[in-house]
């Protein structure tokens, strides 16, 4: 297909996202769903400049304001392709529906970068984030490390697999994987994950409905490992949503033991059904709840409770780029709360010596840090438990520094995330 008729499906979609609250690959789904006629390289262009137009929207309008050009969506189109593509103008002439004079004003503001004397606002508008997410970044790393975050998160994130080891060796699915031309590399720290080195549509192999592999990114892999939990234990997953984290841990525990997965919406536990029969895992018990609701027979039984409170999500900005704009202070404020609240009520779970594990996809230290140091003031007999120790276990005692678990995209190549481990004492 023609690019400029690539760049006028592009401007359709934008427009239909900027309408909607939905995410942006919901819709791009639907998109592609009802126009079977485009192939996979129209498809991939189509995604990847929208995707790239949320990512660097911040830059992209400051490119179009300083070269005096119109907001129009088909501008900011021009704006990513120079920025990103470092297309020339003349290649663009004629194919995007705007003036040649309009688009050498885009292409030399995209070739400059911009200043300002904040250097939060310059990294603000240089890698497009809000500016009091640079700001509370700014908390955590030095200014140089901190560019190399930003830069990170603008990147597209791995397609990671966690093999299913009940079913099958890492080894085995590797080969598997490689008969039908799919190419992997094992992931440097997760000792069941494959990382693809090209994007496929994978829910359409034999392996995946066989249930050989989750798609799975290698963070949330090692919170399985984090957790910890031993075969035969009692473990309750408090936020286990479709449950991909229920069924790694359940890999780890050999498929012995329970695991109580509780959610308050019964549709995300519906899709766990189908992937646990999938996996040929039979120890998670699905029980929907309702909110601020607790089941009494579980009072003080678990050795490990695992509470993945919903949060912001801002660790998973590369996965999300229209995240960055959704966002706000006041949903971070109102998150805390809401983490609090369910943390308080699922350590009435955990038994004495047993283990519980709050943890997020947030870069946020409101979401994070705050949240259990508010728990452990409120709650004498936890005390957090080093990190570092239990990851040992399995040979990951040097992924991790200090009394957190933390992951960073500039550090590990994987999602943001955030775990502390907290024994109960008494």
């Known amino acids: 297909m023609k690019k ?3 760049i006028g499906h592009v401007e359709e979609l934008y427009a239909d996202i900027i309408a909607t609250s939905k995410p942006a690959d919901h819709r ?99 890698h497009s984030f809000q500016p009091w997410m640079v700001s509370e970044w700014r908390k955590s790393f030095d200014l140089q490390e901190l560019g190399n975050f930003c830069k990170r998160l603008n990147e597209q994130a791995p397609m990671t697999i966690r093999v299913n080891t009940l079913k099958t060796t890492v080894e085995e699915c590797r080969d598997s994987l490689l008969s039908a031309g799919i190419e992997t590399e094992k992931t440097p720290y997760s000792p069941f994950g494959l990382i693809l080195k090209q ?13 050989l592999f989750e798609v799975q990114d290698e963070g949330s892999q090692l919170l399985a490992l984090l957790v910890d939990p031993k075969p035969k234990a009692k ?5 286990a949503g479709a449950g991909g984290k229920s069924l790694a841990m359940a890999a780890v525990m050999k498929n012995k033991g329970e695991i109580f997965a509780l959610d308050i919406h019964p549709f ?34 678990a050795d490990n409770v695992l509470v993945d409170a919903p949060c912001s999500g801002t660790g998973t900005i590369r996965r999300n ?5 959704s966002v706000t202070e006041a949903m971070i404020s109102e998150m805390n709360e809401k983490q609090k609240s369910i943390l308080f009520l699922n350590a009435d779970y955990v038994k004495v010596n047993g283990r519980l594990i709050y943890s997020t996809c947030s870069t946020m230290h409101a979401e994070n840090e705050n949240v259990v140091e508010d728990f452990l003031r409120a709650h ?33 190549n994987t999602d943001g995330f955030f775990a502390a481990v907290m024994k109960r004492i008494s």
């Open 4 to 6: 400029s008729s690539l």
């Open 28 to 126: 791009i789904d639907i998109f592609f769903r009802g126009r079977k006629y485009l192939g996979s390289k129209d498809r991939r262009f189509i995604a990847e400049t929208l995707y790239g137009i949320l990512r660097h929207q911040k830059r992209i309008e400051w490119i179009l304001s300083s070269g005096a050009v119109p907001h129009t969506p088909v501008n900011m189109i021009a704006a990513y392709v120079f920025l990103e593509q470092k297309e020339t103008v003349l290649s663009l002439t004629g194919e995007v529906p705007t003036s040649a004079d309009l688009l050498e004003k885009i292409y030399g503001a995209a070739s400059r970068t911009p200043t300002f004397e904040s250097e939060i606002d310059t990294l603000s508008v240089l």
């Open 199 to 211: 994007r496929v549509n994978l829910f359409q192999l034999k392996g995946f409905t066989d249930g």
């Open 235 to 239: 473990v309750v997953d408090a936020c």
């Open 268 to 301: 995300r536990l519906a899709d766990l059904k189908k992937r646990a029969i999938r996996n040929g895992v039979d120890i998670v018990r699905i029980k929907p709840i309702n909110e601020h609701e607790t089941i009494a027979e579980l009072i003080g039984k």
């Open 321 to 325: 780029p229209g995240m960055k704009w």
């Open 380 to 412: 004498p007999n936890f005390e957090l438990m080093d990190p570092s120790q239990i990851l040992e276990r399995y040979h990951l005692g040097n992924v991790v520094q200090g009394k957190y678990f933390q992951l960073f995209p500039h550090i590990h």
